[in-house]
T-cell receptor, first 112, second 114 residues
Framework: SQKIEQNSEALNIQEGKTATLTCNYT??????LQWYRQDPGRGPVFLLL?????KEKRKERLKVTFDTTLKQSLFHITASQPADSATYLC???????????FGKGTTLSVSS | NAGVMQNPRHLVRRRGQEARLRCSPM?????VYWYRQLPEEGLKFMVY????????ESGMPKERFSAEFPKEGPSILRIQQVVRGDSAAYFC????????????FGNGTRLTVT
């Protein structure tokens, strides 16, 4: 079955810096990959989707890359702000294409 | 423009009781997913439903757990004879299509079994 690995340790950065989060997967290559943000006590919120034939996707201060050779996605937040502090989840389609499988997430803390 | 609505937000049950969790998907969404999240754990897929049909229940325990999404009304996740290990946050999500459509999540039901 597919396994997803995200930075297990929390990431602490200073305001204004770029945060880079990593998502690695094993086994089959997914058709697409998604990133979500989750705040304490709330449900995840969709951020970005990138397909297997796309190398990079951008949305405002967010950038996602997808390297199917390395089986890795990188998620960047530029000019980070304290409001960006949250847990970020990587998700892939399962092999049947009917459900999303989520990583455990990386907790980002941006200090001012 | 209501999002995914889950209720109750918090539910306390004694061991052996039944828990019923409700989820109303976003308007126009016919695909519903249930996930379970334990502290320090990721979201674990449980079941995927479309109206009146269970499409994929590979993540749901075979015993005590059931789910439905009737033609009218919310989707229901039902846990019979709850045990302490069932204590978790249960999230419902909906989408407009299967496949690469983003999921829209509710804010979950936190089940505590005493």
């Amino acid at each position: 079955s597919q396994k997803i690995e995200q930075n297990s340790e929390a990431l602490n950065i200073q305001e204004g810096k770029t945060a880079t989060l990593t998502c690695n997967y094993t086994n089959y290559s997914p058709a697409y990959l998604q990133w979500y943000r989750q705040d304490p006590g709330r449900g995840p919120v969709f951020l970005l989707l990138i397909r297997e034939n796309e190398k990079e996707k951008r949305k405002e201060r967010l950038k996602v890359t997808f390297d199917t050779t390395l089986k890795q996605s990188l998620f960047h937040i530029t000019a980070s702000q304290p409001a960006d502090s949250a847990t970020y989840l990587c998700a892939l389609d399962d092999q049947a294409g009917t459900a999303l499988i989520f990583g455990k997430g990386t907790t980002l803390s941006v200090s001012s | 423009n209501a999002g995914v609505m889950q209720n109750p937000r918090h539910l306390v049950r004694r061991r052996g009781q039944e828990a019923r969790l409700r989820c109303s998907p976003m308007k126009g969404h016919s695909h519903v997913y249930w996930y379970r999240q334990l502290p320090e754990e990721g979201l674990k897929f449980m079941v995927y439903l479309q109206k009146e049909n269970i499409i994929d229940e590979s993540g749901m325990p075979k015993e005590r757990f059931s789910a439905e999404f009737p033609k009218e009304g919310p989707s229901i996740l039902r846990i019979q004879q709850v045990v302490r290990g069932d204590s978790a946050a249960y999230f419902c999500a909906s989408s407009s299509d299967v496949g690469n459509s983003p999921l829209h999540f509710g804010n979950g039901t936190r089940l505590t079994v005493t």
